[in-house]
């Protein structure tokens, strides 16, 4: 009789928020009152002030992950994605352009890619 070998997977459920839910968050609490939004508050900063927090949640992000610390990681990327959407919006930056450059680029290689913007 062959022995049978069980395999347990676990199963993480995920989210169904995305990016675009993120960035449409955002794009709602810049139209709240700066005294009832942390994202309003950033964005009357002005872009330098987001700017700098977006770099601030880099280095915490790659701390995380040269830490290898899972749940570390996992809360400053989203902290990171948080403050990237609002730098793009106080610039004035939409996501769906991002998306248009991404696409763009997932013609080419990566290499091809980055040989095309030099010069």
Excluded at 17 to 30: G, V
Excluded at 48 to 57: D, L, M, N, P, S
Excluded at 96 to 118: C, H, I, P, Y
Aim: glycine share 6%; with cysteine; aromatic share 4%.
């Amino acid at each position: 009789m062959a022995s049978v070998a069980l395999c347990v997977v676990r199963v993480i459920p995920m989210s169904r928020f995305t990016i675009h839910d993120l960035a449409d968050t955002i794009d709602a609490r810049a139209a709240a009152g700066g005294e009832a939004s942390y994202t309003r508050k950033l964005l009357d900063r002005g872009a330098e002030h987001c700017a700098k927090k977006f770099g601030e949640e880099a280095v915490e992000t790659v701390i995380a992950a040269v830490e290898n610390d899972r749940a570390h990681l996992i809360a400053e990327s989203a902290d990171l994605l948080y403050h990237f959407l609002v730098l793009l919006k106080a610039r004035g930056v939409k996501l769906e352009e991002v998306e248009a450059a991404l696409d763009k680029r997932t013609n080419m290689s990566g290499l091809e890619e980055k040989a095309s913007r030099k010069g």
